[in-house]
């Protein structure tokens, strides 16, 4: 579903995102996406709508169940990002983006609502496993002693099992908010972890989105 009360944006859009094989509904006012939550896979929003401010569309969608919400808006501030985020979106885009990769986060965050499999507490890779529950991580049998903030993330990627999670989730959820160095601290703690596993190849970079666990 799409969220967009402008008509240019939404035609482009929507004729965009049908080519890349999705099946488009368009509305235009808040009350309206939230009448219209069956059977939706993603909804991307637009923070700007002329009925509701979509925050209070964010949270009314978060509430009503777990249908995935991309914010997608020109206002790009830190602050509304961070906002946008603690309604319950899923992922913040700001205008004008990039159309792959916005279908890239939506896969994604498609991707990590779907339900979970057994096991949900245990995540293993190779002979890596993080158990979810006890903040513990096993390296070959062997206890590896993470920082509170690495586990986070570990944890955090690990959980979406090949999904991507994207920078500003990571972010968000790790330390509550965002700055002018997050991303570089992100970016620190990522190839802390990488170290001190002494598996590279496990936390895979998406360029331009964020991070994944890698197919053992």
Known sequence: MLVEDDDRVAGALSAVLARHGMVVRRVALGREA???LGAVDVVLLDLGLPDIDGV????GVRAAGDVPVIVLTARGEVAERILGLHSGADDYVVKPCDVGELVARMHAVARRRRPAPPAMDLVEWGDVTVDLAAHRV???GRSVLLARK???VLALIAAGRGATCTRERLVAQAWGRSWRGANRTLDV???SLRTKLGRPGMIETVRGVG???AAA
Not at 56 to 59: A, G, I, P
């Open 56 to 59: 209070e569309v964010c949270r």
């Open 34 to 36: 939230l009448g219209a």
């Open 138 to 140: 096993l390296v070959a």
């Open 150 to 152: 690495e586990f986070q």
């Open 211 to 213: 991070f994944r666990l």
């Open 189 to 191: 703690h990522v190839a």
